[in-house]
């Protein structure tokens, strides 16, 4: 059920990890929760009955990000039926998989490109002029964006992956400087480790799951509903405090510029990055 008198949380990529949790928080927190996927309507169905079972207000849709329109449209829905969107996540992620340059089609590429840095784009084109205008009464807006490692660094059979979430980093930084002083608040966040979501680790690794998060023993794995704090923190923040970058691990793994990924991953020891040996 939607009530209109609540700030709205708008989270573009809400599956059962990262995007259904912060809904979750936000819905905890007061927020009608809108939740954007584009597949598996009984899933969704399931996170929207959790948060209202919960207490919480929330609505979900299907959608392609990158269908041309798709996005601007959903904004436009959500403001006009449902109320302003006084904040949105952007979680869709851009991994197609370790790909050598020869087995990369430029499709494949561009599909990257366009669910890692296009997306946020026009979701920035179509959600910010609405946010500068309601910051002039006071009400400052936040965008969240989920990145990860591949932000940060290349590594061998990731050219599409790099090349977005790179993109992706580049781009709120540039959103950061030219809105923020309008009001918008803008945060980065670089997810340097492994999450424990069923959609996403959980297929990457199929029946390998369960053994992959035991062998990392206690906290060795990033609990989405914990970094749903750390969400629910950056879009909280005073003005005069605001954190544009910020990147979490287990306290088990070494940083980013740190090149010692988990070989249960990828044998080839490259963790997500690189093709598999010849």
């Known amino acids: 059920m939607t009530d209109s008198r609540k700030p709205v949380f708008l989270v573009i990529g809400a599956g059962a990890g990262i995007g259904g949790n912060a809904a979750m928080r936000f819905a905890a927190g007061g927020y009608h929760a809108v939740l954007a996927r584009r597949s598996d309507e009984a899933g969704l169905a399931r996170l929207v009955d959790q948060i209202e079972a919960a207490g919480g207000s929330a609505s979900g849709t299907l959608i ?8 601007e449209e959903l904004v436009a829905r959500t403001e006009a039926d449902i109320g302003p969107i006084h904040c949105a996540l952007y979680n869709l992620g851009a991994q197609i998989g370790n790909r050598a340059l020869d087995a990369t089609p430029h499709r494949i590429f561009e599909l990257g490109w366009r669910l890692g840095t296009y997306g946020v784009f026009r979701l920035a084109h179509a959600l910010f002029p609405l946010m500068v205008d309601r910051s002039k009464s006071g009400a400052h807006g936040t965008l969240l964006v989920t990145s990860a490692t591949a932000a940060m660094r290349g590594n061998a059979g990731q050219h599409s992956h790099a090349a977005a979430m790179g993109g992706r980093r580049m781009l709120c930084q540039t959103l950061n400087a030219e809105f923020g002083p309008q009001g918008v608040h803008v945060a980065h966040v670089v997810v340097d480790g492994a999450v424990d979501a069923p959609d ?35 879009a909280h923040q005073p003005r005069n405090c605001w954190s544009h970058e910020i990147d979490v691990r287990p306290w088990k793994d070494v940083a980013w510029w740190n090149d010692n990924p988990d070989p249960q991953i990828d044998s080839a020891g490259k963790g997500f990055a690189g093709p598999p040996p010849a």
Do not use: C, M, Q, S
């Not at 392609?64 to 329109?69: F, L, Q, R």
């Not at 799951?209 to 923190?233: N, S």
């Open 64 to 71: 392609n990000a990158a269908d041309d329109g798709a996005i």
């Open 200 to 234: 996403t680790l959980g297929k990457l690794l199929g029946d390998k799951y369960d053994a992959f998060k035991a062998g990392k023993g206690r906290d060795g794995v990033i609990d989405p509903a914990v970094l749903a704090e750390t969400y629910w923190h950056l």
